[in-house]
């Protein structure tokens, strides 16, 4: 039987990886959006949520291979976006519609 190659990324150093799960809707479902390694790091990942890079997140989750943990840190990321809010002069159209769902599922406690 072939092995196939991990989808955790190899990091030397003790780091946490941010990812985020795309809703494409439909047929399609949702999907983990690729990532590279440099780029799975939680200041990257706002900035690419401020910039439009995501078209429909739905949830993010950060975890650590070396300390053994994951979480789901989708309100966290909510609740920064939300504190730069005011500082920015446009604002993607996807940003606010995950502020809306990460607003809703913090109601539901889903």
Same mark, same amino acid.
């Given at each position: 039987?072939?092995?196939?190659?991990? $989808? &955790?990324?190899?990091?030397?150093?003790?780091?946490?990886?941010?990812? @985020?799960?795309? =809703?494409?809707?439909?047929? *399609?479902? !949702?999907?983990?959006?690729?990532?590279?390694?440099?780029?799975?790091?939680?200041?990257?990942?706002?900035?690419?949520?401020?910039?439009?890079?995501?078209?429909?997140?739905?949830? $993010? &989750?950060?975890?650590?291979?070396?300390?053994?943990?994951?979480?789901? @840190?989708?309100? =966290?990321?909510?609740?920064? *976006?939300? !504190?730069?809010?005011?500082?920015?002069?446009?604002?993607?159209?996807?940003?606010?519609?995950?502020?809306?769902?990460?607003?809703?599922?913090?109601?539901?406690?889903?």
């Amino acid at each position: 039987m072939r092995r196939s190659p991990s $989808i &955790v990324p190899h990091v030397a150093a003790d780091q946490d990886v941010y990812l @985020v799960l795309e =809703d494409f809707g439909g047929r *399609l479902g !949702r999907a983990w959006s690729e990532t590279a390694e440099e780029d799975g790091n939680r200041a990257t990942v706002i900035r690419h949520l401020i910039e439009g890079h995501y078209m429909h997140p739905a949830r $993010i &989750v950060a975890f650590n291979t070396t300390q053994g943990w994951s979480r789901d @840190v989708t309100a =966290d990321i909510a609740d920064e *976006l939300r !504190r730069r809010f005011v500082e920015l002069e446009e604002v993607a159209p996807s940003m606010l519609e995950f502020l809306e769902s990460a607003a809703r599922r913090a109601e539901t406690g889903s």
